[in-house]
Nanobody, 122 residues
């Protein structure tokens, strides 16, 4: 059974940093890309970043480029999202998800974490 444990969320002031972790189990971790998505209240879920199966390629939505960094440790079956210079508009529930290819479409991802709240106070 595929399972994710997300951690590292919380409340931070604008300009601060958080590091999200997503520990996976139940599948061959290094065969799949991992995406990070977020959903703010009243808004649709949107893609934030994606990292290739070997970690060699990362993709970011424009609004987080230069501030967020995704990485993975395939030996630990864990992916990370380092978020710096956080803004109030980054406030959302963040999800990790696994799929075959990196995409901004939710439909391309097969399994999802439970989500973790990130709140940035201005």
């Amino acid at each position: 059974e595929v399972h994710f444990v997300e951690s590292g969320g919380g409340l931070v002031q604008a300009g601060g940093s958080l590091r999200l972790s997503c520990a996976a189990s139940g599948f061959t971790f290094d065969d799949y890309v991992i995406g990070w998505f977020r959903q703010a209240p009243g808004k649709e879920r949107e893609g934030v970043s994606c990292i290739s199966s070997d970690g060699g390629n990362q993709y970011y939505r424009d609004s987080v480029k230069g501030r967020f960094t995704t990485s993975r440790d395939n030996a630990k079956d864990t992916v990370y999202l380092q978020m710096n210079s956080l803004k109030a508009e980054d406030t959302a529930v963040y999800y990790c998800a696994t799929g075959q290819i990196c995409s901004w479409s939710n439909a391309q991802y097969d399994y999802w974490g439970q989500g973790i709240q990130v709140t940035v106070s201005s």
